[in-house]
Each structure stands twice: as structure tokens, then as C-alpha cells.
């Protein structure tokens, strides 16, 4: 049997279990932050909603209103690029872990192989089923 076929089956569950912890965490991650993101918009809607029965659309209100809503497309852009980074840098680590894996699962059937040539047929056969 080839590398290949050996450690084709490894590898999915493997790879399964790598992505799958982190996500469930960043999904607890992008909850809260969208909870406090929802509540600084319903703020920013109360002081525009106030500046626009106190004062009528005047110049200056248009303009508080444009910093407020400048300021919250910051916020957001920044969350954003913050999410971006960490993405790209779970990605990385996930690739150098796979790489990793690989590299380890073939090391070990290289082994079994070794060892196992010297084996009798139905021991080796036995061992290769348990593996």
C-alpha cells in the first residue's frame, strides 16, 4: 500500500477536528461582538432620532449626525480587519498543522511498515485492521 492510501483516512478526521474547536469559540466571539454592535446602533439612533426632533435638520445636526455615523463605519471597519487578521492567521496555523500531521502519520505507517515486514502474514494483517 502506498502512503497515500494509508493515510487518506487519518487525515479527514484530523483536519475535522482542527477547524472545528476554533470556529465554535470564534462564533462565541462574533455573538458578543455583534450583541455590542447592535447596541452602539440603537444608541446612535436614539441621538440622531433626539437631534432630529430638537432641531429641525439644521446644519449642524446633519453634521453631528455624519460623525456619528462616521464614527460607527470605523468601529465596524476596524472589527472587521481585526476579523480578517485573525482569520488569515488561523488559516496559517490550521496549514502548518495539517502539513504537520501529514508529515507525522506518515512517519508512523513508515514505521508499522518497517516493523511489520518481519511479522507473520495474519499477525500483520492484524495489525494493519487494528490500525
Known sequence: M???????PYRAPIHKATRQAPHYI?????QAELVDMRAEL????AVIASH???????????????RAE???????NAALRETVLA???ELFGARLATKYLDKELAGRIQQLQLL????????RDSLWAQV
Not at 440603537?42 to 439612533?45: D, E, L, S, Y
Open 2 to 8: 502506498s502512503r497515500g492510501d494509508l493515510s487518506a
Open 26 to 30: 470564534y462564533n462565541i466571539k462574533l
Open 42 to 45: 440603537v444608541q446612535a439612533r
Open 52 to 66: 432630529k426632533d430638537s432641531s429641525l435638520e439644521s446644519p449642524a445636526s446633519q453634521s453631528a449626525v455624519a
Open 70 to 76: 462616521a464614527q460607527q463605519l470605523a468601529r465596524e
Open 87 to 89: 482569520l488569515h492567521s
Open 116 to 123: 511489520g515486514r518481519d511479522m507473520r502474514a495474519e499477525l
